[in-house]
């Protein structure tokens, strides 16, 4: 071993802890504490100007919902491809992301057909990685049957993919977004909460009565740190939020991803856990281009490659430590120490 070598290695040690250094983690606190996922958007159609690729919505058709602005480094692709499902897959596995909290859209839709292919690709293909669903306000005369809705998804995601579905509280989650057509009243909150002992259920969004704040929207004038939902320790984050182009009239949230949001919020994410208080973080989103919080590697309307919330994503789940901190420096001391006595056998004779 050259004098070199040895001084690659000790650099190398100290690159490799030193981002560590940074959090200040909390003792006794490693990688399987925390899981860490994301929502995952399976509604695109293949074409751009169909579907969700800025198509129109079929019962709306002047409304700008489905208007993108950024370009998937995929290109325009169908949700449905199955060659595209394990390139995403890869990505997530890349990641160490550990679920996917899947958008469906009802019975029989583009989105469930598209969940069944991912469901049987991560079963067959054994990809580490718990999926979920999170029921969204399919049927705009806001009238559910949650006790329908609970057998079709115990019957075709549950039952037949036990070993890969996401457990809450030892019971298979089902997520609901908190759409005012669905859960903008008690009793379809009672209803949803009471329909099926199967289930763990949640309520999901930005509203009062969610159980999980996924991400801030309405109603904020800036973006305001991610709230811990501490009955489950779950906690959201968001790398950006911009819906300009819908014609909404919310308020962006770091539009050109030069503010720290995200930073800002792992950060905050990292330092609950560091005290024990997450369980769960849930990343909103992989691929919701409408709102432009999308992680997934695509290119902004300049042109230009986006590639920062992806590593970023990448950076922040490799912080966390895999063993307890209190040996992180140790560790580190005893590897430098190895470097050098075998430098100094090696050149003292």
């Known amino acids: ?31 399987d504490d925390v899981k860490v996922g994301l929502y ?12 969700h690729w800025n198509g129109i919505p079929p019962d709306k058709p002047e409304s700008l ?9 995929l290109g325009f692709y169908n949700s449905q491809d199955p060659t595209l499902i394990r390139h995403q897959l890869e990505w997530f596995k ?9 958008s469906w859209w009802g019975p ?3 989105p469930d057909n598209t969940t069944k292919t991912v469901f049987s690709i991560v079963e067959q293909e054994d990809y580490p990685i718990k999926l979920a669903i999170m029921v969204e306000a399919y049927n705009w005369s806001g009238l559910y049957n949650f006790e329908t809705i609970y057998d079709y998804i115990y ?14 509280s030892d019971l298979p989650l089902v997520c609901f977004f908190n759409d005012e057509n669905m859960t903008g009243n008690e009793a379809q909150r009672i209803a949803i909460n009471s329909s099926d002992t199967r289930f763990t259920p949640r309520i999901v969004g930005h509203n009062d009565y969610v159980d999980w704040w996924g991400w801030p929207v309405a109603g904020y004038s800036e973006a305001p740190e991610p709230i811990l939902c501490e009955e489950d320790g779950y906690i959201g984050i968001l790398p950006r939020y911009d819906d300009r182009h819908l014609g909404w009239g ?43 919080s999308q992680i997934e590697p695509h290119i902004n309307p300049d042109g230009k490659y986006v590639l ?6 990448y950076h922040y789940i490799q912080i966390i430590p895999e063993f307890p901190s209190f040996l992180i420096l140790p560790l580190f001391m005893i590897a430098t120490l190895t470097a050098v006595i075998v430098y100094k056998r090696k050149y003292s004779k």
């Open 40 to 51: 995952y958007y399976v509604w695109y159609e293949g074409v751009h100007g169909e579907g």
């Open 108 to 110: 029989y839709s583009f």
């Open 65 to 73: 919902d489905w208007k993108i602005v950024d370009t998937p480094i």
């Open 94 to 102: 890349e990641l160490h992301i550990d679920f996917l909290i899947i």
């Open 155 to 168: 019957d075709t995601y549950v039952s037949p993919y036990e070993s890969i579905y996401m457990k809450l």
């Open 250 to 292: 919310n308020p962006p949230y770091d539009a050109n991803l030069t503010e720290g949001l995200y930073d800002k919020q792992w950060n905050k994410a990292i330092t609950l856990a560091n005290e024990s208080k997450v369980n769960y973080v849930g990343i909103y989103s992989w691929n919701e281009y409408h709102e432009r």
């Open 308 to 313: 920062s919330p992806f590593c970023k994503t």
């Open 1 to 31: 071993m050259g004098r070199k070598t040895v001084f690659v290695m000790v650099f190398l040690i100290v690159i490799c802890t030193s981002s560590i250094f940074l959090i200040k983690p909390g003792s006794g606190f490693t990688l």
